[in-house]
């Protein structure tokens, strides 16, 4: 129902080209995304996806780098834990799947 689904939020500069790489298969795989790669603290980014009401942030870090995946806080500012990418994906779509059918598969 939002927007935009899940923002992207990278640590350094140096997780840059994996999250353009995460951002690339959310989008293939039909996720409202966006990538927020700006040079600010980490704290700032989460602040302003919470107030725009983006109901998954998804942090990456040196961690979700070497282990292929993301760390998602919800918009609650809930940290879910590490989880792979496709297992992200997945999650979405089974999400939207529950609430267009009102929680009835």
Do not use: W
Not at 5 to 23: F, S
Not at 43 to 68: H, T
Not at 82 to 88: E, G, L, P, S
């Amino acid at each position: 129902l939002a927007p935009v689904q899940t923002r992207i939020l990278t640590i350094t500069d140096e997780q840059h080209d994996y999250a353009q790489g995460v951002y690339a298969r959310l989008l293939e795989n039909g996720i409202r995304a966006e990538i927020d790669v700006r040079n600010e603290s980490l704290n700032l980014k989460i602040r302003e996806a919470q107030l725009q009401k983006i109901p998954y942030m998804l942090v990456i870090g040196n961690k979700e780098v070497e282990e292929g995946g993301v760390a998602p806080r919800l918009l609650s500012g809930k940290n879910t834990g590490f989880i792979t990418v496709d297992n992200f994906i997945e999650k979405i779509k089974n999400t939207c799947n529950e609430e267009r059918t009102g929680g009835k598969n």
